[in-house]
């Protein structure tokens, strides 16, 4: 009877560890969390100055959030670069890019491939990095441009898409442990009733 309300004790710890979030699941989803993801971020704009723009973006992936972007950029042909932030649901991110300007044969758009990178964010984007490839296609007559970045990030506790220490699926597996354990006890339990009751 001892080891075996020994065992019931252990299985309580490692129940209370999968509740918590500190169990093997949630060491494995902190660590996915911490590992880069892909992800992509669409980007629709409009030039408002010689050097400025604004619009909106969708990121999917790794980040899925939606909000409003607002972008600052310097022209050193053939050579564009700039800051584009990108304030969303869940917290704003401030990405760089650099590129190379090439005009699209026969049409009035400029194009521009580069790479771009996260250097700073915060709320759920706190502690996230990143980085990847832009293309930019920009319209010279309606200045309209679209932008696509994509690349892989990583960190940032809260960020959408990413798994979570503590998820519901330690969760569900601390429901069962503590059952189990439960069920072991109410064993215990009904066994040693048995023994006292042919005692008396």
């Known amino acids: 009877m001892k080891k075996l309300t020994t065992a019931v004790a252990v299985l309580a710890v490692v129940a209370a560890q999968f509740a918590l979030g500190s169990g093997p699941a949630a060491l494995a989803s902190a660590a996915a969390a911490a590992a880069a993801q892909d992800t992509v971020i669409i980007v629709e704009m409009h030039l408002t100055g010689e050097t400025t723009a ?15 972007a607002t972008e600052t950029f310097t022209i050193n042909p053939p050579k564009v670069a700039g800051t584009k932030i990108l304030v969303g649901k ?5 990405l760089s890019f650099e590129g190379d300007l090439a005009p699209v044969a026969g049409t009035p758009n400029i194009r521009v491939q580069g790479h771009w990178e996260i250097t700073s964010g915060d709320g759920a984007y706190a502690n996230i990095s ?9 319209n010279t007559q309606t200045g309209v441009l679209h932008a696509e ?5 990583q960190g940032g506790a809260q960020v959408a898409g990413m798994p979570r220490t503590g998820g519901s699926d330690a969760s569900v597996l ?27």
Do not use: K, P
């Open 54 to 68: 604004e619009g909106t973006f969708t990121a999917t992936g790794a980040l899925n959030d939606s909000g409003s």
């Open 90 to 94: 869940h917290g704003n991110i401030t």
């Open 130 to 138: 990143g980085q990847g490839a832009v293309d930019t296609m920009l």
């Open 149 to 153: 970045y994509v690349g892989s990030v």
């Open 174 to 200: 601390g429901q069962l442990l503590l059952a189990c354990m439960l069920a072991m006890a109410s064993g215990i339990t009904l066994r040693a009733t048995g023994r006292r009751s042919r005692s008396l």
